[in-house]
């Protein structure tokens, strides 16, 4: 890491996006700290900063030096955007932090990552399931990530932990302190059992509501595949999920009863086609390419359905508007939402009520964007 590299991060009058963008210009931070005024506005950099740019580079300049400093006192490390060990799928990402600071051991770029993340208030039910959803993943090359807060996070980092696989502690806050208290030991166990808490925040970084869903976007960005354990429509589980969709990142929602409103998010991520829906580890485990077995299509699906190769329930028919929609994805899959409303002429209501029973089905699945397939 070069000083310059942790510099940019607290260059003031330069957010993430734009200092991403100067990375790719001028091919380093370091370069761009030796550039001149006019190569700045030549960059796209606004006139009244770079009057002011010598001044601003040597303040980060300094800033950045004495957070050097600190961080090695209290244990933590730094790894910035260009470097090595940044997680690469982050990285991809176009609001990616420059800067990660971390307690533990960050190695994730030989592993795949799946994010789970739900509600605070967390129902046993949704803890169990959280529970068997990482369990069935044991022995897999992969991590998981999540936020540290209490009810689902949680559970899903003591799943790991017991699993025996590496979990990573994303905080919206600096790393000389863990919130929530009760949580303290947990991450020292994360830490001991080779996973790692980490943040893009700066040292005396105190809790606020709005750093949050910076944090939620950071565990979306580093994982290929996230898990919407419980979740009602409020809330940092929804932000990691649609931060998750608009990084073309698979997303999964485990599904609960209409009447329950820990479950209202998550009905709704299946329901529009933000998600797919969650029923068993191998689903993940599909996804991510870590299975080479699949659901073997019996004769009996395939006389009741009419379209061989789908997969579906045992002894499910599809109604008129169902096999309209099939019929549609024969010719045309993967098929949008938008294709699928022009071709069939349904409501979108009604389109959507059909997409999810042929979901549940097992006959189609969702795809990130919107998009749907025939399972088969």
């Known amino acids: 890491m070069q000083i310059e590299d942790l510099a940019l991060s607290f260059l003031k009058g330069i957010g993430i996006r734009t200092a991403n963008a100067l990375m790719e210009f001028f091919g380093s931070a370091t370069a761009f700290f ?17 009057e002011q740019m010598e001044k601003l580079r040597s303040a980060a300049l300094c800033r950045a030096e004495k957070e050097l400093q600190q961080t090695r006192r209290y244990g933590i490390a730094i790894v910035c955007h260009n470097d090595a ?51 069935g993943l044991k022995g897999q090359n992969l991590f998981t990530v999540s936020g540290l807060a209490l009810g689902i996070d949680t559970q899903a980092h ?6 025996g696989l590496p979990t ?22 994360i830490i ?6 980490l943040s893009e925040m700066p040292l005396h970084t105190q809790i606020r509501a709005g750093l949050f869903p910076r944090r939620n976007r950071i565990i979306a960005g580093m994982a290929q595949v996230t898990l919407v354990a419980e979740a009602s429509m409020k809330g940092g589980a929804m932000h ?9 990142r698979s997303v999964f929602a485990i599904p609960g009863r209409n009447n329950d409103y ?10 529009t086609g933000k998600a797919r829906l969650f029923q068993e580890a191998q689903d993940i485990r599909r996804e991510m390419g870590m299975d080479d077995t699949s659901m073997l299509t019996s004769s009996s699906n395939t006389e009741n359905s009419g379209f061989p190769g789908s ?36 409501p979108l209501p009604d389109l959507l009520s059909c997409l999810l029973r042929l979901e549940l089905s097992g006959l189609i699945r969702s795809c990130p964007g919107s998009y749907y397939e025939l399972s088969g």
Do not use: W
């Open 192 to 197: 001991e059992q080779g996973g790692a808490i």
């Open 168 to 189: 990573y502690a994303v905080l919206a806050h600096s790393l000389e302190m863990v919130y929530p208290e009760e949580n303290r030991g947990l991450a020292q166990q």
């Open 85 to 135: 060990g940044y997680p690469v799928a982050l990285r991809c990402c176009s609001d990616a932090p420059l800067v990660l600071y971390y307690r533990g051991h960050l190695e994730v770029n030989d592993k795949q990552g799946l994010a789970v993340v739900g509600t605070r208030r967390a129902s046993s039910y949704g803890k169990e399931q959280t529970r068997k959803a990482v369990e």
């Open 158 to 163: 003591q799943s790991s932990l017991e699993s």
């Open 311 to 346: 997969i579906g329930l045992p002894g499910f028919q599809p109604d008129l508007e169902q096999s309209v929609v099939l019929n549609i994805l024969r010719s045309e899959n993967p098929a949008s939402i938008d294709l699928l409303l022009q071709h069939s002429g349904f």
């Open 34 to 50: 030796k550039a001149t005024p006019q190569e700045c506005r030549e960059a796209g950099i606004k006139p009244r900063v770079c």
């Open 262 to 271: 820990v479950y209202e998010g998550c009905n709704y991520l299946i329901k």
């Open 240 to 248: 990691t999920a649609y931060a998750a969709d608009s990084y073309q």
